[in-house]
């Protein structure tokens, strides 16, 4: 069975400190990993997707990097706009259609 | 082009109801999916469908929950004689076939 667990469950942060959420999976055959963000009473809003060990994206202060077993969400230096829950997905090769499974998410909070 | 619709946003049933959540999938998009957030867990994968078919179900409950997706119309997943443990935020999301997909706002279900 597919797992996906993030770590830490919440971080707060200063303004303008930069840090690094986890998200370490099991998958039968890695056919992509997604990182999302989720806002209060939203829907997950799509950032990044990885496909192979060593790939790296980037957009405005959040980095997405992966690896064999794990990938992190860099965030430098951030601001109280990027203050959001943070979702971590796999999907497997062998999944039907797009299914995706989750982490529990890692809660961001950006103190001015 | 607008994003994926749900309605309604917020749905209060009492024990013992049935539960009709709809979502209009974004345009040209041919699959649908419903996830389910309980509060404090990460999203679970319910049902995949497309077009007048059901992909996968693996994650419906056996009972009372069922989905459809009509050649016309909205998918819609309904729920049946709904219990205190069916309250959460229940999301569908929308993509074209083999590409990343994108989430509605949610239906908050909540059950008195």
């Known amino acids: 069975e597919d797992q996906v667990t993030q770590s830490p469950e919440a971080l707060r942060l200063q303004e303008g400190e930069s840090s690094s959420l986890n998200c370490s999976y099991t998958v039968s055959g890695l056919r992509g990993l997604f990182w999302y963000r989720q806002d209060p009473g939203k829907g997950p809003e799509f950032l990044f997707t990885l496909y192979s060990a060593g790939e790296e994206k980037e957009k405005e202060r959040l980095k997405a990097t992966l690896t064999k077993k794990e990938s992190f969400l860099h965030i430098t230096a951030p601001k109280p706009e990027d203050s959001a829950t943070y979702l971590c997905a796999v999907q497997a090769r062998e999944a039907a259609g797009n299914k995706l499974t989750f982490g529990g998410g890692t809660r961001v909070l950006v103190k001015p | 082009n607008a994003g994926v619709m749900q309605n309604p946003r917020h749905l209060v049933r009492r024990r013992g109801q049935e539960a009709r959540l709809r979502c209009s999938p974004m345009?040209?998009?041919?699959?649908v999916y419903w996830y389910r957030q309980l509060p404090e867990e990460g999203l679970k994968f319910m049902v995949y469908l497309q077009k007048e078919n059901i992909i996968d179900e693996s994650g419906m409950p056996k009972e009372r929950f069922s989905a459809e997706f009509p050649k016309e119309g909205p998918s819609i997943l309904r729920i049946q004689q709904v219990v205190r443990g069916d309250s959460a935020a229940y999301f569908c999301?929308?993509?074209?076939?083999?590409?990343?997909?994108?989430f509605g706002s949610g239906t908050r279900l909540t059950v008195v």
């Open positions: 999301a929308s993509s074209p076939p083999d590409y990343g997909y994108t």
């Open positions: 345009k040209g998009h041919s699959h």
